[in-house]
């Protein structure tokens, strides 16, 4: 009996451990979208959002920090920003969706884990071509997102990702 019991509480602690790190890594992709997001839209802190992404992504935020040292207004205005979902993959735990919107256009930036830490992965092709008017005076690059619309969840935690996925490929067009 006590053999059971030291079993199952063994088994209980087992199944918190991996809850916990499911939960734990939410957070950090969080917490990176976030920060990312802060340095490349608010702070203009690229050198910042390139700590934050992957060597694939450098080649367009060095094309926002060009544009925008052309632009005297640029850190004059804040954009209005605001992180709606970060989901993980279901199917491949390292990639992470963050759908936000940015002075009301949805957008999805994507997410890889690389060596354990969650960086912003962008394709810098994707982001040139989606070159758009900003608010705040200067070129702002919008993200294309490696996900599609099927990879997520219909309904559940990955449902404002899709929806914002969708309305901004709805915007493209």
């Not at 926002?64 to 199917?91: F, G, H, Q, R, W």
């Not at 491949?92 to 912003?120: F, S, T």
Request: aromatic share 8%; glycine share 10%; charged share 25%.
């Amino acid at each position: 009996m006590r053999n059971n019991i030291l079993k199952g509480f063994m088994a209980g602690g087992c199944l918190l451990l991996a809850l916990l790190s499911g939960g734990c890594s939410i957070h950090k992709a969080e917490r990176t979208a976030r920060q990312f997001l802060k340095a490349y839209y608010v702070d203009l802190d690229f050198d910042r959002a390139l700590e934050l992404s992957t060597e694939d992504s450098h080649q367009g935020i060095y094309y926002k920090k060009n544009m925008t040292s052309l632009s005297p207004y640029a850190k004059d205005e804040v954009p209005d920003l605001e992180v709606l979902e970060v989901i993980i993959d279901p199917d491949d735990g390292g990639y992470a969706y963050c759908a936000y919107e940015i002075n009301g256009q949805p957008k999805v930036l994507p997410l890889q884990k690389h060596d354990g830490k969650w960086l912003v992965d962008t394709d810098s092709e994707a982001i040139e071509g989606m070159m758009s008017s900003s608010m705040i005076g200067v070129s702002e690059i919008g993200f294309a997102s490696a996900a599609s619309s099927e990879t997520l969840p219909a309904t559940g935690p990955g449902q404002r990702a899709r929806e914002a996925r969708e309305r901004e490929a709805a915007g493209r067009k």
